[in-house]
Nanobody, 122 residues
Framework: QVQLVESGGGLVQAGGSLRLSCAASGRTFSIYAMAWFRQAPGKEREFVAAISGSGSGTYYADSVKGRFTISRDNAKNTLYLQMNSLKPEDTATYYC???????????????WGQGTQVTVPS
């Protein structure tokens, strides 16, 4: 079992930056691939980025490639998402998720946080 708690969301102007964090419970954090998903009102949850358990492999949605960076600190049981050059279309609730292998589909992740809101006004 892994429990996940996101933080770091907020309101930021277009072009600004935010760093999201996801704190994980348990001593087996490093065995889990982790990911960030987001969901805007009225839309389906969409993949943002994923990272392997060791941190050696990272994967991004085309919409955030070059602007967002996913990373993890296994010693601190924490996942991060550095978001730069934010756009109004990045507005959504952001969720961290855990799985035993790297996936890009939400239904393949077993563990989820409660979400943190990111708002980029137009």
């Amino acid at each position: 079992q892994v429990q996940l708690v996101e933080s770091g969301g907020g309101l930021v102007q277009a072009g600004g930056s935010l760093r999201l964090s996801c704190a994980a419970s348990g001593r087996t954090f490093s065995i889990y691939a982790m990911a960030w998903f987001r969901q805007a009102p009225g839309k389906e949850r969409e993949f943002v980025a994923a990272i392997s358990g060791s941190g050696s492999g990272t994967y991004y949605a085309d919409s955030v490639k070059g602007r967002f960076t996913i990373s993890r600190d296994n010693a601190k049981n924490t996942l991060y998402l550095q978001m730069n050059s934010l756009k109004p279309e990045d507005t959504a609730t952001y969720y961290c998720a855990g799985s035993l292998s790297v996936r890009t589909r939400a239904r393949e992740y077993s563990y989820w946080g409660q979400g943190t809101q990111v708002t980029v006004p137009s």
